[in-house]
Structures are given as structure tokens and as C-alpha cells.
């Protein structure tokens, strides 16, 4: 998914610092010592600039020249630098290799067919060290087959002096897929005036317990494991931790 100029703006006020537990919770799991760490899918850095400010040598990537854009002002602002690539991760191609990937809330479940899904985790693998550690975070919205197939929700945001920045969400949800469908449109105000407008719609998956375990293992992963968590951002998601083969 490619953020625009609203979303992006949008996602990085709403979603501005990741909480205290979920940054210990990667320090708790990756070393600073045994080398680079990469984001995938960094955004506007609401994880990987606490991570850099923690001491790790973290690099981001992202598809979004918008949320990179955001991300290297934010840098700038707390006197930070590092390594920030624009690239699509179904085609990864980075001259180095990371001990640990990470891709944070939710980010991955925008990749809906197994195809994408195994393509993505091979790229992850080959751009792993030895016994390199990759950390995928999720979200299964209901673990069942029933629930409401359909949810809407509207937010304001102040973004600047005498503006307001609208967000209406409907999500339609498919149980035999697995998938819900998002429909968000973003209104820019004005003193009360509509002067800028924008519409996305995505699509994202869900798995049952066990099935992104076995995706991980058909990729060649050595090994994985399921964490649930409490991170404030996602109260009710779970991190997968796959461990790539040993040379």
C-alpha cells in the first residue's frame, strides 16, 4: 500500500510513538552487537526512531516516498540520521544482510495472497544473517467465522492552525477469506471548508492459529513462535518471531 499525501499525514499524528512495552519488547529479543537492523515497512519512523534513540543501528524501508518524506523530517527534528530505503518489498534488493528484520503493526497483512506472502518471506530470509531473527506483528480481528461483516468508524484530528483533518473508515469483513476490505476517505478543513480531499481502499488478511506458522516454515524458516502482546496500538495483535537457518 502507497500512503498519500492525507493518509500519510494522517497515520503519522494518530500514531505518533510506539508504548513503552513494545520497545522493550524488541530490545528484550535483538542485540545491538550482532549487527544492522532493518524496519520494513517503517513509515514515519514510529518505531524505528525510538530504536535508533535506544542505540540500535536500525534502518528503514518503506514504499511510500511520503511517509520516507515524514520520517527523515522527524529525524531531522531530534538531531538523528540513518539509512532510509524507498523500495517495494516484493521486489527486496539490498546490499547487505540484518540480523534482525521487523515488520510492526500489522503492516504485512496488506499482503493478501500466498504468492505475495511466500515471495515477501523469501526476500526476508535472503537478507537475513545466519540465525537472524524476523518479527512480523498482527492482527486477527475474531479467531471464529461469525462476527459483524461490517464496521464503520469517523475521526478528527487538529493538524495545524485552524485545520482539521477528517478520517471515515468502513471495513467489510469476509470470514471465508479471511480478508476485510477498508474504505477510508480523508477531508481536509479549513476554517470549516473542505479544501483538499482523498480516498484509499485496502485490502488485508487475517490467519488462523497455526497457518502463518506453516508460511513461515515452507519459506525456509528454521524455526517460529507466536507472542501475544499488549502494545497500545494494537491491544489485541500477536508477533510471530521465525528464525532463519544457520549457515
Known amino acids: ?19 513503552e ?18 524496519e520494513a515497512m517503517c513509515g514515519a519512523g514510529r518505531l524505528l526512531i525510538p ?8 534502518e528503514g524501508l518503506d514504499n511510500s516516498s511520503t511517509m520516507l518524506k515524514l520520517c527523515r523530517a522527524i529525524l531531522k527534528e531530534n538531531n538523528l540520521n540513518t539509512i532510509l530505503y524507498e523500495q517495494n518489498m516484493l521486489n527486496l534488493k539490498l ?5 534482525a528484520i521487523i515488520v510492526a503493526m500489522n503492516s504485512f497483512q496488506h499482503f493478501v495472497t500466498d504468492n505475495e506472502v511466500s515471495n515477501i518471506l523469501q526476500q526476508f530470509k535472503n537478507h537475513l544473517m545466519p540465525e537472524g531473527k524476523l518479527f512480523i506483528e498482527m492482527y486477527c480481528p475474531f479467531q471464529g467465522m461469525e462476527g459483524p461483516t461490517q464496521i464503520k468508524h469517523m475521526n478528527q484530528i487538529t493538524v495545524g492552525k485552524d485545520q482539521v483533518l477528517e478520517k471515515k473508515m468502513i471495513i467489510h469483513l469476509n470470514y471465508l477469506n479471511h480478508t476485510y476490505v ?54 489485541d495483535g500477536m508477533v510471530y518471531i521465525a528464525l532463519s537457518r544457520s549457515s
Open 95 to 99: 546490499d547487505k544482510k540484518y540480523s
Open 1 to 19: 500500500m502507497v500512503y498519500g499525501f492525507l493518509s500519510a499525514h494522517y497515520f503519522s499524528k494518530t500514531f505518533t510513538k510506539p508504548s
Open 182 to 235: 477498508t474504505h477510508n476517505k480523508y477531508r481536509l478543513y479549513q476554517n470549516g471548508r473542505i479544501v483538499e480531499k482523498e480516498e484509499e481502499r485496502f485490502t488485508l488478511r487475517w490467519y488462523q492459529p497455526g497457518e502463518f506458522e506453516t508460511l513461515l516454515l515452507k519459506a525456509g524458516f528454521s524455526s517460529s513462535q507466536c507472542i501475544e502482546t499488549r502494545f497500545n496500538t494494537n491491544p
Open 51 to 58: 530504536l535508533l534513540e535506544a542505540g540500535y543501528n536500525i
Open 21 to 38: 512495552n513494545e520497545v522493550v519488547f524488541y530490545c528484550d529479543r535483538i542485540s545491538k552487537n550482532e549487527g544492522p537492523v532493518l
